[in-house]
Nanobody, 116 residues
Framework: QVQPVESGGELVQAGGSLRLSCAAS????????MGWFRQAPGKEREVVAAINRSGDITYYVDSVKGRFTISRDNAKNTVYLQMNSLKPEDTAVYFC?????????WGQGTQVTVSS
């Protein structure tokens, strides 16, 4: 089973921006609605943003609306998450998966740490 590879996370100051990428392997992303998920220490994994197969319908959890933008490039088999105006509460490991998620298709994630 080949897993997705998330990248782009790093330590950033509050108010900063990051762009996360998810390179899918073993699956053709255009066949799936996709999502970005995050898990903070001691908390359950939650969906942050989702996008349909064609990329024209998106969903955002209330806490990131107006700050995060999900997009996809099916030709590159890649999904992105542009994160602006980052807050310390955005600190988490970020994962991508289909939406709804495929149970055995979780990657290692990418760590985003926002300092105050």
């Amino acid at each position: 089973q080949v897993q997705p590879v998330e990248s782009g996370g790093e330590l950033v100051q509050a108010g900063g921006s990051l762009r996360l990428s998810c390179a899918a392997s073993g699956r053709t992303l255009s066949s799936y609605a996709m999502g970005w998920f995050r898990q903070a220490p001691g908390k359950e994994r939650e969906v942050v943003a989702a996008i349909n197969r064609s990329g024209d319908i998106t969903y955002y959890v209330d806490s990131v609306k107006g700050r995060f933008t999900i997009s996809r490039d099916n030709a590159k088999n890649t999904v992105y998450l542009q994160m602006n105006s980052l807050k310390p509460e955005d600190t988490a490991v970020y994962f991508c998966n289909s939406n709804p998620p495929i149970p055995n298709y979780w990657g290692q994630g990418t760590q985003v740490t926002v300092s105050s």
